[in-house]
């Protein structure tokens, strides 16, 4: 994004008082361009039905038209607010031109991501109706008539307080539309990539646009002055998203995101909170997810056992734990990067093992590489997780029990790291992260703080492989690789961690989604996958390397913050990482 | 701080520490008493923060042994901590993306011991422990004068008030004995001033203090005892007024002072000087011999 300085002076004009009548006529000028675009999304844009999407009807608007309608109206909406229209004002608390380029921009980038598409999957500029060519050009208009805007950002405005109701209400409303918002990408077209891509671009423009004009911040002020009823608002929206699924495999789709957000999260409190980088963490998922299969009562199960589930879970989960401390207690003892090879190493080991335990390479304890199929399905107080049960009317399919049940464990994963982080323990494990030192002198048992947060991540993708071997009702060995197109896989979930942002909750939850969903709906890459994988990867880290949830002290650590005077701070940094005690 | 007066805090004895063939501490020798400042000074290099390294388990000496209250310390820094010697950094190592306030409650963590257990379950005890630590932190941070920015990330902090907070880390730990590394580097004479009443104010509560510094007004100032360290050996020990006149110190700083004029006299001054240096740095009898000759406190090299 630009930032377009050449009219300093108008930018004071701007603040002073009355602004400028170019900046209002640009302004009024961007509102009807909004307009226009809302309006081109009623005409047909293409002639058959062929595009996805239903594009040739006049009259209401169809598919990715509707991305174009939504940021039209926005872009309206945001330009009327920039005129100092009464009661839009609380739109643009930190300034309305940035946030109105990043809605320009976005309008025209999904308009003109149809058009082309259009032009290029029916082969040829004589596929576009002319309602096609209206909407390229008017919805270029408003991204001219933006960029001639004095950038009027100014720190946040205090608006005045709501009574508690209203700012409940805010919070419900913020929740109710991002499940929605999410609800329309799971939902989108998945045989063609189109509307999924159009989808990506509308949201990833509208997010920005967001961000600039300051709503994010003043709905992240809300949620962290109601704790609790985020919360409840939270997972309130997660349990109700299975009950609008119309299809199997939008419930997956659900399944899988919330067992590589728990893993992923478990993950942050060895790499985000303690600062130990796991490269294998994927082999404690597969420890949990063998065990809890050897114990299932599978037919193929080597052992002739059958554990009640919460006993497999608590199986699972203690085994981890013991390969975790295995794994650990040699290894913690040493500083720098021993522990990134050892888990490395470990993660391989694991797959290998599990692949040569088939009774010829050695004993019988895994099949090799058939793995234990025919894990029989959960079962707990006479609820079958393989039938699909209706409540109040709607429909919760097989995939939607293992969701909730998933749910559970990620809430309880979530309630685990915000109270391990928030006390003395949690402290301990910043403190090791931060100058290992500093912290040793401190009084911290370095290896020993080290060694509960390795475990207890060990422990938590433990539980999470149990309830995942139940949900496939199989386990194979080559689910648990290192790097592949796949997930679950460790490259995965340390990229989850680190592009949704470490050390918070939200953020491996978020990257999770995002890492899990994207390439999910884009199949039609194909091995251009983890190619997309890695450009997006370095883009992140160029342009936002605390990662998409900033943990707010991260936030500060890679931004200048305006405070005075932040001596030493390249000297600290340096010293944080791999000291040597020679430095002390 | 129930031991009579009579018994030292902290009794180094014998402290060498070699790093190959360099030796940069050689059988030192050191005590603190309860409610004392003993300064430590020397010139670059000559072992001051080795030294201290030594006494706080971040590295284990080649010889020697150091003991808190009588008891001989493992060399383990979270051991020594615990059993109640802190210390600050030279180069400040605060927990730069920390909270002032978090540093100075990690600073808590020997004296609590509320486990993984107690902070999932959250139970009373885990609340009152917390509560406690939080008002000690802040007592600490008003008492340094950083309670107005508990807040704040550590790494924000202007240079004086980082020192100031390492300072209140340190002392979270309850320390009977706090080592401070160069507390004054880098300071202006006023915020000098300041850390001076602050030593002053941490050692009327009770805790001895050991303290490295160039500073040689600040040491003066503040010092009930110095030792002077050269080469890895100490030189000599005592007060202010003795370590100030004793010409080895002043020769291994600046030279021999250049008095009257330049001549076969000065010569003569420059080579005892010299020769006086030297022996202090090989150590052994002639140093004993010298050394004999003055008030001061002094250790041989044995």
Known sequence: MTTDKTQPSAVRKAEAGAPAPRTTLLRALTAAGGAAAVVSTFLAWTWTAEFPGDLTVYGYPGGLQLLTLVLGIATGVFALAALDLKGLRWLTPSGSTQALRMLALGTFAVTWFTVIAIAVDLDGLVNLEPGGWIAAVVTAAPVATTFLLPDDSRPLRRPEKLPSWAEILIIAAVFAIGLYVVNYGIQTDADHPEPFLGYLIAVGFAAVALVKAGLISRISELTSSYRSVTLVAALITAIVFPFFQDKSSFTELGVNIAIFATVALGLNIVVGLAGLLDLGYVAFLGVGAYTAALVSGSTASTLDVKFPFWAAVITGGVVSLIFGVIIGAPTLRLRGDYLAIVTLGFGEIFRLAMLNLDGTSGPSVTNGPDGIPNIPPLEIFGFNFNDDHSVGGLTLDSNGNYYLLMLLVTVLVVLIFSRAGNSRIGRAWVAIREDETAATAMGINGFRVKLIAFALGATLAGVAGAVWAHFQSTVVPEQYVFAGPVPPNSTFLVAAVILGGMGTIGGPLLGATLLYLIPKKLEFLQDYQLLAFGIALILLMRFRPEGIVPNRRQQLEYHETGQLDVPGATGLKDSAVGVTKAEA | ?302
């Not at chain 2, 300064?39 to 290099?45: A, E, T």
């Not at chain 2, 003569?268 to 006086?276: L, P, Q, R, S």
Request: hydrophobic letters at 40%; one cysteine or more; charged letters at 20%.
């Open chain 2, 1 to 302: 701080m129930t031991t009579t007066t009579t018994s030292p805090v902290l009794t180094a004895t014998g402290v060498t520490m070699r790093f190959g063939g360099l030796t940069a501490v050689q059988a030192v020798d050191l005590d603190v008493h309860p409610g004392e400042i003993v300064g430590l000074i020397g010139p670059n290099g000559a072992g001051k923060t080795t030294f201290f390294n030594c006494l706080t388990g971040l590295y284990v000496p080649t010889e020697g042994s150091v003991a808190y209250r009588g008891t001989v310390l493992p060399p383990k820094p979270h051991l020594v901590t615990q059993a109640g010697i802190a210390r600050t950094f030279q180069n400040i190592r605060l927990f730069a993306n920390m909270t002032v306030l978090e540093n100075v409650l990690v600073g808590r963590h020997t004296r609590t011991k509320e486990g993984l257990w107690s902070a999932l379950l959250r139970g009373p005890g885990f609340k009152r422990a917390e509560a406690a630590s939080k008002a000690r932190a802040m007592e600490l941070l008003e008492f340094t004068g950083l309670a107005d920015k508990a807040d704040h990330l550590s790494r924000n902090l202007p240079y004086g008030e980082q020192r100031k907070l390492e300072i209140a880390r340190a002392l979270a730990s309850d320390p009977g004995l706090l080592l401070l590394d160069e507390p004054t580097a880098g300071m202006n004479p006023q915020e000098t001033r300041a850390t001076e009443e602050l030593v002053f104010a941490i050692r009327d509560l009770g805790t001895a203090v050991l303290v490295i510094e160039h500073d040689m007004r600040f040491i003066f100032n503040l010092c009930d005892r110095v030792a002077v360290l050269v080469q890895g050996q100490k030189l000599v020990e005592g007060t202010s007024e003795v370590v100030q006149s004793d010409e080895r110190v002043i020769a291994a700083y600046l030279g021999t002072p250049f008095e009257g004029a330049p001549g076969a006299e000065e010569a003569a001054e420059v080579e005892a000087a010299e020769a006086g240096a030297t022996t202090g740095a090989t150590g052994g009898a002639t140093q004993d011999e010298a050394q004999r000759g003055t008030t001061a406190r002094t250790e041989d090299g044995q």
